[in-house]
C-alpha cells in the first residue's frame, strides 16, 4: 500500500501545482519502475515519489521550480502540518532528498523517461464508443487509479485503457455493451486481469479505511464469528 500512498500524494501535489495529469501519470509508472529494482524499505515512498513528480516534470516539460514545488510536497507529505519555505530547514531536507534522490532515479529508470500512457489509448476508445458523459469521466477515474498500482508496468497501455472503459459499463451497464470493445485491439482476458486487478486494490483500499474497532472483531463485540473454509 506504499506504493499507493505515494502516487496519492502525486496526484495532490500536481493537482495544486496544476501539471497535466500525463505529468502525475508519468511519475506514477516511474514510482513503479524504480521499486520494481529497490526496495521500500531502502528508500521512503514519499521521497521517491517527490523525486518521480520532479522528473516527469522535466520529461512532461511542465517545468516547475524547487521554491514552488518543495513547499507543496512537504506540505502534502505531512497532512498539512509542515510547511518549506525557502531558507527553512524543512526547504532545506527537502532538497537535498530530491537532488540526491534523482540520479538513483535516472539510474534505476536506465535512463528511460518516455511511458506509453493508457490516457492517450483512452482518447481514441471514446471517441469510438457510444458511453455517455458518465460513464466517460468513470473511465477517466479507472485510469487514474490504475497508476496507484503496477499494472502499468504488466499490460499494455491500450488494455489498460479498454479495462477503463470495462469497469466504467459494468457500473453503470447500458444493453449493447458486450460489443463496445470490439475492434479496440484488445484481448479480453488481458482486459479482466486488469479489472480484477483494480477490483482487489479498491478492496484493500476499503479495508484499510476500515475502524480497527470494525475491522477486527473479537468473539465478545461479534454476534457470529466468520467461518473460513
Known sequence: MDRAKACTLVYAAARKLQLPQITSASACVYLHRFFMRHSLKEYHHYNVAATC????????????????FIPVIAYYASKGHRKAVVGTSEYDKWRSVIVTTEPIVLEALCFDMVVDHPHVSLVHML????????RKQMAWSFVADCMRVPVCLVHEARTVAGAAVELAMRVAPEQGDNAVLDGAGVRRAEVESVVQWLLEFYAREAQARRPVTEAVQTPASSPASPTVG
Do not use: G, I, Q
Request: proline letters at 4%; a negative charge.
Open 127 to 134: 471517441e469510438r464508443t457510444p458511453l455517455d458523459e458518465r
Open 53 to 68: 513528480l520532479f522528473l516527469a516534470c522535466k520529461a512532461e516539460e511542465s517545468l516547475r521550480k524547487l521554491d514552488v
